[in-house]
């Protein structure tokens, strides 16, 4: 049984196909989803298996834990930085 919310997702930091940045709100909800993933697996016992979905299938992989943490931590600052951005050039916006 895969662990929860340890599925392979979409890299984190790539750009839409329209070359815009994500509306804010999406950025948010992406944000609360790594956390939670974040926070799972640094919950999670040494000794637990943890599964990786194979992108568009039904199919599961054996993943190392602490792999998948560290790969979801550094997917959380990306997002992090992204959202900052958002609120750095809307503050930006309003003082011109």
Same mark, same amino acid.
């Given at each position: 049984?895969?662990?929860?919310?340890?599925?392979?997702?979409?890299?984190?930091?790539?750009?839409?196909?329209?070359?815009?940045?994500?509306?804010?709100?999406?950025?948010?909800?992406?944000?609360? *989803?790594? +956390?939670? =993933?974040? #926070? !799972? %697996?640094?919950?999670?016992?040494?000794?637990?298996?943890?599964?990786?979905?194979?992108?568009?299938?039904?199919?599961?992989?054996?993943?190392?834990?602490?792999?998948?943490?560290? *790969?979801? +931590?550094? =997917?959380? #600052? !990306? %997002?992090?930085?992204?959202?900052?951005?958002?609120?750095?050039?809307?503050?930006?916006?309003?003082?011109?």
């Amino acid at each position: 049984m895969p662990a929860p919310g340890a599925r392979a997702e979409t890299a984190a930091g790539s750009i839409p196909a329209d070359d815009q940045a994500p509306p804010k709100e999406e950025l948010c909800l992406r944000i609360k *989803e790594r +956390k939670v =993933i974040v #926070d !799972e %697996l640094s919950n999670l016992k040494r000794n637990r298996k943890v599964y990786r979905q194979q992108q568009n299938s039904n199919i599961f992989f054996l993943a190392d834990r602490t792999e998948m943490l560290s *790969e979801n +931590k550094n =997917i959380l #600052d !990306e %997002l992090r930085k992204e959202y900052q951005e958002i609120e750095n050039s809307e503050k930006t916006k309003v003082k011109k």
